[in-house]
């Protein structure tokens, strides 16, 4: 099909050195060729060139000072990406190898995602290329205060909502939304991940992992299959990682690794949670600081395997659950893991494993769970906070938790029942990019040209 081709090669003209971006798009636009086959008037309206261009990108400079007096200078993006389903939703990253590229995949990426939510709302994402690590409160408050200045005019509870992703978490949301309160004088929903005095959601924090985890189970229970006393390897020590963790001990099946970007930590009695979440919440230091306390347990420096290996990976266990970065699974980690025996990978960090990887997965027809299904449950809970803010309403927990268990359930039916619908009933990818697809482009056929 030679629309495919030509609108990836298009994009590596107009668009040069996003190679995250050109992956993500190609792995969505080859899965449509057999939509595209059957229903050729997403070609005929032009959907595909329409879909891998964002509606709008804004880029701005952050100017603050660090601790030393010194004028800091970092990058700023948001990109508003699809908003045929409802405003632009999606975290901001803060992260030193963020580029406009990365937001550009995590942004394509988000519009998918959150279709398959079947909830209202679009695709966005935006970031810096400020890393908060080793920077002080009062450093990650002038930045997040610079950052905000920008970008309160785009960003709006009808409009645009961003939310939490590496290197954000409730400290920088917190500041964020202060400055935006102080800027504009109001006091509203335009960020999701708020702390729960102050318009926040219970549940929001646990929900991308708890959502990794109900979809591995939503997996299984397809195969016949449970959690129950398997053997898990996380990868990751953030947010997405501990909460992975956290509901894999509760539901009986047992995490044995994490990692940072130093390293890998293997704890062969199970990861201690309380410990994790010491170092990692309340202390933000280094994984290594775990073997302190637990004799048992090692860590594996990332320097010692070579740049395409990854010691996580090569640890054997029943299920896999990639919650670090993107492209953290190769295609060796993948080789390394089928023959360890993993037969469930679901994954809470945004793509990654690479394609060659994900290929591998396909095509030994395990049950394999793209982060785009996979790691829904984040946004979708943020939704959930969008509606207690405009109903003025705050939620239980176990009303939060429910319609979480509901919303992945109903998203692994959709990308199942898409993956049969088109004759390859195990490939979740296929199932998850058509279905998501689907919604959004049906969406901007009933909108027009606009
Ligand atoms: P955090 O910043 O809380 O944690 C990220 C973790 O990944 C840290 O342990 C970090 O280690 C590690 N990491 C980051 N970059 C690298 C790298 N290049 N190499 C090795 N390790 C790395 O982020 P989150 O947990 O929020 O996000 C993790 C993933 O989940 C991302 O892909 C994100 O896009 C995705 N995601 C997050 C959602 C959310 O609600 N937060 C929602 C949906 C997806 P270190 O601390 O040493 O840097």
New binding site residues.
């Given amino acids: 099909m030679p629309y495919v081709r030509d609108t990836l090669n298009n994009l590596k003209q107009s668009s040069p050195a996003q190679t995250e971006f050109y992956q993500a798009a190609e792995e969505v636009l080859e899965c449509l060729r057999p939509l595209f086959q059957r229903c050729p008037h997403y070609l005929e309206h032009n959907i595909i060139e329409r879909i891998v261009e964002p509606e709008r990108q804004i880029m701005f400079r952050i100017c603050w000072t660090d601790d030393n007096g010194k004028v800091q200078v970092n990058k700023g993006y948001r990109v508003q990406f699809n908003s045929a389903l409802g405003p632009y939703k999606g975290?901001l990253?803060f992260?030193s190898?963020v580029t406009s590229g990365t937001i550009k995949f995590?942004g394509f990426e988000q519009i998918f995602k959150n279709a398959l939510t079947g909830l209202s709302i679009g695709g966005g994402k935006g970031g810096s290329n400020f890393d908060p690590?080793g920077r002080s409160d009062g450093e990650v408050m002038r930045f997040c205060q610079a950052y905000m200045t920008e970008l309160y005019r785009y960003i709006g509870s009808t409009t645009d909502v961003p939310?939490?992703?590496?290197?954000v978490?409730p400290r920088e949301i917190g500041y964020l939304y202060g400055q935006y309160k102080r800027i504009t004088g109001r006091y509203e929903g335009i960020l999701t991940g708020k702390g729960l005095n102050w318009g926040g959601s219970i549940g929001r924090k646990e929900?991308?992992g708890y959502g990794a985890v109900y979809f591995a189970q939503n997996m299984l229970t397809a195969r016949a299959e449970t959690l129950q006393g398997k053997t898990c390897l996380v990868s990751?020590?953030?947010?997405?990682?501990i909460y992975t963790i956290e509901k894999l001990i509760e539901l009986g099946a047992k995490p044995i690794t994490c990692?940072?970007?130093?390293g890998t930590l293997h704890d062969p009695d199970g990861i201690d949670l309380a410990l994790l979440k010491e170092l990692?919440e309340v202390q933000r230091t280094s994984l290594q600081d775990y073997l302190k306390t637990r004799d048992n347990a090692h860590y594996i420096t990332a320097d010692e395997y070579p740049a395409d290996d990854h010691a996580v990976w090569r640890i054997n266990a029943d299920i896999a659950f990639p919650?670090?970065?993107?492209n953290?699974l190769t295609a060796a980690d993948a080789d390394a893991l089928l023959k360890n025996g993993i037969n469930c990978v679901s994954e809470?960090?945004?793509m990654?494993s690479t394609t060659d990887a994900v290929n591998c997965f396909i095509n030994a027809k395990i049950a394999y769970g793209p982060?785009k299904a996979a790691?829904a449950g984040?946004?979708a809970t943020s939704q959930l906070e969008m509606a207690q803010n405009s109903s003025m309403e705050q939620w239980s927990l176990e009303k939060v938790d429910e319609k979480l268990k509901a919303i992945m359930a109903n998203i692994h039916q959709q990308c199942a029942d898409t993956a049969a619908e088109f004759d390859d009933p195990t490939n979740l990818v296929l199932g998850a990019n058509i279905a998501g697809f689907r919604r959004v482009a049906d969406t901007m056929i009933e909108h027009g040209v606009v």
Avoid: F, M, W, Y
């Fill in positions: 975290g990253r992260h190898s995590l690590k939310a939490g992703d590496i290197g978490g929900a991308t990751g020590a953030g947010n997405v990682a990692s940072d970007s130093g990692k919650c670090a970065t993107q953290e809470g960090a945004n990654p982060g790691n984040g946004v």
